[in-house]
């Protein structure tokens, strides 16, 4: 029987420890920092939808069936993900961006369910994740904002982020407990170039501030050897006045004697002066009673009544200048109101010879302005006529000069056979030789030596081409005319046939 109670004993022993064995593998529990997502039955969990096909624990223990369900952790960690994006703001400037997002997943079971189907296998990725939804909305926000907005405003630059990145990040259950906005790196020189004024500025003010240092200290030196001069100088004459002191008393001592004499005789001197301004004074005072004041009644006399005159006289004189003002005011007045009337007379007359003046110039002008028009138009057709004429014989002596020269010639041959015959108007007697032969060769060779012949013809048309008279016998006769001598007289002639 105690056997039987033994084996009884220590099977329940085993059973239990094997209860405790069993129990312990089945239960798991969720660590502070992390969620159990227990997988292989249907679990409704409070603020997820029903059908999600797994459980999740936070913060306690659980049952699990081993071989049924498969438990796995979602850490709740803080995560952190650098910022390294490559920029450009509205300016179109490259800019490089350097922060730091800290994350991690949501405590309630909405975010822990949304980051388990996103990353329960996968988190060493979330950062990844992250990095890439932070930096397109970082480029985008960036693209709207210029560089000075993000160097004086970095918290707008960061809230605008973080908004922007808000939904996105409650859809992979993340939230986002720190986003830091280290560093904007500009390659350009941009910023430099933006904080050169106000480091030139700092720099000025730093080399004034030395400056204005350098010069109060410089003041205070100066001050400081001016006191100490000063004292010196001080001191100098102290002792100088001492000395002085000393050198006085030691010539008044060495002086008592004569100086004692000096100062007895001195008032002996004062007594006798004294004496004398006395006799003077009673002097004086017996002229004034004598002489001064009867003199002084007879002048305050003559003296009043000149003054009395004087104001006669000035009332009379300004009585006199007041009516000649008056009167000089009243004829100023008829003067000004005649001068009035003959100012806007001669105005009228002024205006209508003006307008008279005026409507005979504007006649006058029309009327030029015709006569101007009309001899214009006349000597344009003048002018016309003549250049046809003129282009009609250069034309027609262009095309046979002979012909023309020949016709000019017919038409003036009476003037110039007179003009030949003209050679011998002088001559009494003349011997020729041959007969009617000779007669013809003298005439011939009068004609051509004397000038008249071919030198007359082309005297002719030369002076046709130069009038454009149209190539009338009137002024090539006129031209003849003036060139001819007297008339031709009879001359005797022998004929000697031999």
């Not at 400037?93 to 800290?102: N, T």
């Not at 397109?136 to 405003?153: A, N, Y």
């Not at 023309?404 to 020729?432: C, H, R, T, Y």
Request: glycine letters at 8%; charged letters at 25%.
């Amino acid at each position: 029987m105690p056997m039987i109670v033994g084996v009884v004993a220590g099977v329940a022993v085993v059973a239990f420890l094997a209860l405790i064995g069993v129990f312990k593998a089945m239960w798991r529990v969720a660590e502070p920092n992390e969620a159990l997502i227990i997988s292989g039955s249907k679990h409704r969990t409070e603020g997820v939808e029903e059908g999600l096909g797994f459980r999740i624990v936070t913060g306690r223990g659980t049952l699990v069936l081993p071989g049924v369900q498969a438990v796995r952790k979602l850490s709740l960690d803080l995560n952190e993900t650098e910022l390294h994006v490559d920029c450009v703001t509205q300016q179109g400037i490259p800019l490089k961006v350097r922060g730091v997002v800290i994350f991690k997943v949501g405590d309630d079971y909405v975010s822990v369910a949304n980051a388990a189907r996103r990353f329960l296998d996968q988190q060493k990725l979330m950062a990844e994740r992250v990095h890439n939804v932070f930096a397109g909305h970082l480029r985008s926000i960036v693209g709207g904002l210029t560089v000075e907005d993000m160097i004086r405003d970095r918290e707008k630059l960061t809230g605008q982020t973080r908004a922007a990145c808000g939904t996105e990040m409650e859809k992979l259950g993340l939230i986002v407990d720190s986003l830091q906005i280290h560093e904007i790196e500009d390659p350009t020189g941009y910023i430099q170039n933006l904080a050169a004024p106000h480091a030139a500025a700092v720099q000025r003010d730093a080399r004034i501030a030395q400056a204005e240092a350098n010069r109060l200290a410089t003041e205070a030196e100066q001050a400081s050897y001016a006191r100490m001069a000063e004292a010196t100088r001080d001191s100098e004459i102290l002792q100088a006045g001492y000395q002085a002191e000393r050198d006085k008393a030691l010539a008044k001592s060495q002086q008592a004697g004569p100086l004692a004499a000096a100062a007895s005789r001195q008032e002996v001197v004062v007594q006798e002066t004294r004496v004398a301004e006395l006799e003077a004074h009673r002097r004086e005072q017996q002229l004034q009673a004598d002489v001064r004041k009867p003199a002084d009644a007879k002048a305050y006399e003559k003296r009043t009544l000149a003054e009395a005159e004087r104001d006669a006289r000035i009332s009379a004189a300004q009585a006199k200048a007041k009516e000649t003002e008056l009167a000089a005011a009243a004829e100023a007045s008829r003067v000004k109101q005649a001068a009035g009337a003959e100012a806007e007379s001669t105005r009228t007359r002024g205006t209508a010879m003006a307008d008279a003046t005026r409507a005979t110039g504007e006649a006058e002008a029309a009327a030029a302005q015709a006569r101007g028009l009309a001899e214009a138009e006349a000597a344009r057709a003048k002018g016309l006529a003549e250049a046809e004429t003129i282009k009609a014989r250069a034309a027609a002596l262009a095309e046979n000069q002979e012909a023309v020269v020949a016709q000019q010639l017919a038409e003036n041959w009476p003037e110039i056979v007179k003009a030949g015959a003209s050679a011998f108007g002088n001559v009494d007697n003349m011997v020729l030789l041959n007969g009617a032969d000779g007669m013809a060769d003298m005439f011939a060779k009068a004609l051509t030596m004397g000038g008249t012949g071919l030198g007359l013809a082309r005297q002719l048309l030369a002076s046709m081409n130069q009038n454009g008279a149209g190539g009338t016998g009137q002024s090539g006769t006129s031209q003849l005319n003036g060139a001819t001598a007297p008339p031709a007289q009879q001359v005797p002639v022998k004929l000697d046939e031999k």
